[in-house]
């Protein structure tokens, strides 16, 4: 696909360049802000899986940049993410496992032991075209990113993560239901409406009375009586609030480029992206294997079978023989 040609079909990619962003993923959380009204008024943010950095821009664009020099200080961004990204001004980056409970107590050190307002989470699993695999992946990406909230966020808090509208997500809903008095189901206009990809939007942050911060992966473990989804009969049919943005812009759509169109690169690409360390390995081992040449030559065919040549398999010069 030429460069051109995406800018056409993508017109959030295109837009993304244009306004400075570092993904078109942007569009996605300004969407949800446009409609939740989230960022207004709060100093304390982290986006968990952050790289290559959209978010943390977003961020830092409704929360940082509208303030005064003197008053920007009080603002704390950080942005967690094992891989690196290049720097965001009013953004502190910590490269660490959000599953490890030593990361919260960072965050936490990081606010000067508050607690954050606002959880976001743009992570997601590599794709394997399996999709039962995949939203599979994602649903345990997504229960990290509320384990390590309930220990870093603060009481009314809100969380906004990446979800697959998958067969769990009634699951996951129960599960963000636990925590938040409201949570719903946001698709924006910026995500595509043949993907599964939506994004759940949970406000009201309130922990359980007695509840103790755990991973909730694993919390079934060491608390078997805790189980959201215990097997049933018939279980209770759960209804999952859905909330569509409405926009003039449809990603899904081609839109034709102007006469004084100029392309323009990505902002930023990766630093340090899961696959470099694969092309650093797969550079100095050759799995190339030489070709093998076949040779048809019908006079030669019949001069061995004449003499009595059995054809078994090639040689480097085009058979190998074994004689009966």
Not at 255 to 269: C, I, M, R, S
């Amino acid at each position: 696909m030429g460069r051109t040609s995406k800018d056409k079909r993508d017109i959030f990619y295109r837009l993304a360049k244009e306004q400075g962003w570092r993904a078109r993923s942007a569009f996605k959380l300004l969407q949800a802000e446009e409609t939740f009204h989230l960022l207004g008024g709060l100093t304390r943010a982290v986006d968990l899986c952050a790289a290559p950095g959209s978010w943390s821009q977003v961020l830092a664009k409704h929360m940082y940049e509208p303030l005064p020099l003197e008053e920007r200080e009080k603002v704390k961004i950080i942005a967690v993410d094992l891989q690196g990204m290049a720097p965001i001004e009013g953004v502190t980056q910590l490269r660490a496992d959000i599953s490890k409970e030593s990361t919260a107590e960072a965050i936490i050190d990081f606010f000067g032991g508050e607690k954050a307002q606002i959880v976001v989470s743009d992570g997601a699993p590599d794709s394997t075209g399996m999709h039962d695999f995949d939203a599979y992946v994602q649903g345990e990406l997504l229960l990290s990113a509320l384990s390590i909230s309930t220990f870093i966020l603060e009481e009314g808090g809100s969380f906004v993560s990446k979800i697959y509208r998958a067969d769990r997500t009634s699951r996951l809903y129960t599960h963000l239901k636990r925590f938040f008095k409201d949570v719903c189901v946001f698709k924006p206009s910026a995500s595509r409406n043949s993907s599964i990809e939506a994004f759940v939007v949970a406000r009201q942050f309130c922990l359980p009375e007695g509840y103790k911060p755990c991973n909730l992966i694993t919390e079934w473990h060491e608390h078997p009586d805790s189980w959201v989804c215990r097997k049933k009969e018939n279980p209770p049919v759960v209804h999952v609030p859905f909330v569509a943005y409405k926009g003039d812009l449809d990603s899904d759509r081609t839109y034709d480029l102007g006469e004084d169109y100029v392309y323009k690169e990505p902002v930023q690409q990766p630093l340090t992206a899961a696959y470099q360390d694969i092309l650093k390995k797969t550079s100095q081992v050759n799995i190339k294997y030489e070709g093998i040449r076949v040779m048809h030559d019908e006079e030669l065919f019949k001069e061995w079978y004449k003499a009595g040549v059995c054809l078994s398999s090639c040689d480097n010069n085009g058979y190998k023989n074994t004689t009966n």
